[in-house]
């Protein structure tokens, strides 16, 4: 307000709003640390029972997977493999058993050529 020159007026309005949005800055910065700094702490903590539970949740799935692929490959009847399919809940039990029945299809394929008289069903 002392000085007559708007050019110089319009500087000083800048920097006194530059100066009040860094302090607003800090503040929400130092609200934010003190917020959650104690979750971060219980996180943490958290993170490593779940990763450890979800490590030893991974082996027993990745055994599980084993034995039941050691299984499909005693099987070669697409029928039974389909009812295990329907009775198979997990996604990666499911893949197994699908990659199984392609194969078996694909053996029952190769070990019969279709004539050229008959017709192929898919």
Request: charged share 40%; hydrophobic share 35%; proline share 2%.
């Amino acid at each position: 307000e002392v000085t007559l020159d708007l050019a110089e007026r319009r500087r000083i309005r800048s920097a006194i709003r530059e100066l009040q949005r860094q302090e607003l800055e800090r503040d929400e910065e130092a609200l934010a640390s003190k917020r959650f700094r104690s979750e971060r702490g219980s996180h943490r903590q958290d993170n490593k029972e779940n990763w450890l539970r979800s490590q030893q949740l991974e082996e027993e799935q990745q055994k599980a997977l084993a034995s039941l692929s050691r299984q499909l490959e005693s099987i070669s009847d697409v029928e039974e493999l389909t009812k295990l399919l329907r009775g198979a809940s997990e996604y990666e039990e499911r893949k197994l058993i699908r990659a199984a029945i392609r194969k078996l299809r694909a053996e029952e394929i190769e070990g019969r050529e279709p004539a050229a008289s008959q017709p192929v069903l898919w």
